[in-house]
RNA sequence: CGGGGCGUGGCGCAGUCUGGUAGCGCACCUGUUUUGGGUACAGGGGGUCGUAGGUUCGAAUCCUGCCGCCCCGACCA
């Protein structure tokens, strides 16, 4: 992409509603606009960096053996009603009416759809085990939304339910789900813990929340300092080597990824966590909620009558677990988790270019025919790099990339094309070097291999 | 929902106390200049001052209602 051609309206200064760090620099970098409380329109960057998130959360819940679907944004209230939520839901639900005065509401959570779709399709147990999951927009009406995308009213989210014929094999979809949510946000350069939490308005025994640590996180969290050593990297052959087929393979990641104490405040015990942990590795932080997997069993199945016929003919309503990513939150964990004074630093599994390239003399015919025949270098191996080609001094543009966090940059400039070389510089450590613009594709084609 | 604050060009703000018909910086447009980390100068476009009503010769400014947004708290993926 050229950026004369492109729509990125960056801010000098910060608006002042934005308080924390992601929403402020998602503000400036042209990422969001604000339509309403808590409701935001996403501008082309955000949308592309929604959009990459989106693809890795998808990706890996295929790998998982998981199945998309897409349910609507707004429900009837007579499912809710039947699974006797529509009255225990508060005001975070979104009521309204239709014009022949029928309830409707704007979906916060979607058992009640998943569950009549079950029912209406799935009658035995040759079909188990199944998982099905969406992403697509929520709405919960926070009395004060705040922080940006991080705590909105309109949310992305993407949400699974697993359906099993026993406890044991839902235990293992939590499993499954458990190890799927480590590798996604693993490819987003995340560190997400997973925490024992509290199950809340929707039910069960069995739930971890993912954090990821922040000083802006909403969470307090306490945990041993060894948790955050832990690695789907180091667990048995690596990660190319999960089978998420395999009960006992799930089960022996989930309790090296689950035995070591991390709790959030919701289910803090002191007494355990300072009989368990050694006073230097006990750490009390806080955190920022990017995911929640629930096994419930069968509060729904049984409320709703989603039955199937056993091996021996009979009807047992079937055990279900649902699981959540949040999708747009997480475009601010990660923000929150990786920026400098400067602006963001995208990992690069989530970048929304994965190199810029500033022409630091544009109308240069030298430093214009390089900058050209690097971007096309690049696009034919399958790279998306944002060229600067605005008559912008040096300073603006490096400002602009900085700012909108691209990885890589390669500076071009009449200087050092004299001597046949460019400058490719690592946004994250600021590292510089120069290189021939061939050996500079080819050092950024490295780098994207296997994750572009 | 309790407490506090704010609505003035796209963004950040001054002007409001003490009414006299709107200003600054950034951004934007034009030109000159400059060009390796937000160059300098000159010229220019853009605002029913959130909204409705009231007081007044006259309202961004005073009064009342409403709407919106932000912060702290309770609540929450």
Known sequence: MRLSRYFLPVLKETPSEAQIVSHRLMLRAGMIKQAAAGIYSWLPLGFKVLRKLENIVHEEQTRAGHIAIQMPILQSADLW???????????????MQDRHGRDMLYTPTAEELVTDIFRGHVSSYKDLPLTLYQIQWKFRDEIRPRFGVMRG?????????????????????????????LRTYERMGLQAIPMRADSGPIGGDNTHEFLVLADTGESEVFY?????????ANVGNGLDSLNYDSHEDMQAIANFFTSTYARTDETHDPKIFESQVPEERRRVARG???GQIFYFGTKYSEAMGATVQGPDGKPVPVHMGSHGIG??????????????DKGIIWPEGVTPFHCGIVNLKQGDEEADAACDKLYSALTALGLEPLYDDRKERAG???ATMDLIGLPWRITVGPRGLKNGVVELTCRRTGE??????????????EIYEGIA
Do not use: C
């Not at 999708?327 to 400098?340: C, K, M, P």
């Not at 510089?432 to 084609?445: C, D, F, H, N, R």
């Open 81 to 95: 009603r039947e699974s006797g939520r529509y009255d225990d839901y508060g005001q975070e639900m979104l009521r």
């Open 153 to 181: 009213r309109e949310f992305y989210m993407k949400d699974g339910y697993n359906f099993d014929l026993t406890k044991e094999d839902a235990l293992h979809a939590y499993n499954r789900h458990l190890v799927s949510y």
């Open 224 to 232: 041993d300092s060894d948790v955050v050593n832990l690695s789907l």
């Open 288 to 290: 920022i909620e990017v």
């Open 327 to 340: 999708v747009s939150r997480l475009i601010g964990a990660i923000i929150e988790a990786s920026h400098d």
């Open 396 to 398: 603006g543009k490096f």
């Open 432 to 445: 510089s070097e120069e290189l021939s613009p061939e050996a500079a594709v080819t050092k950024i084609a």
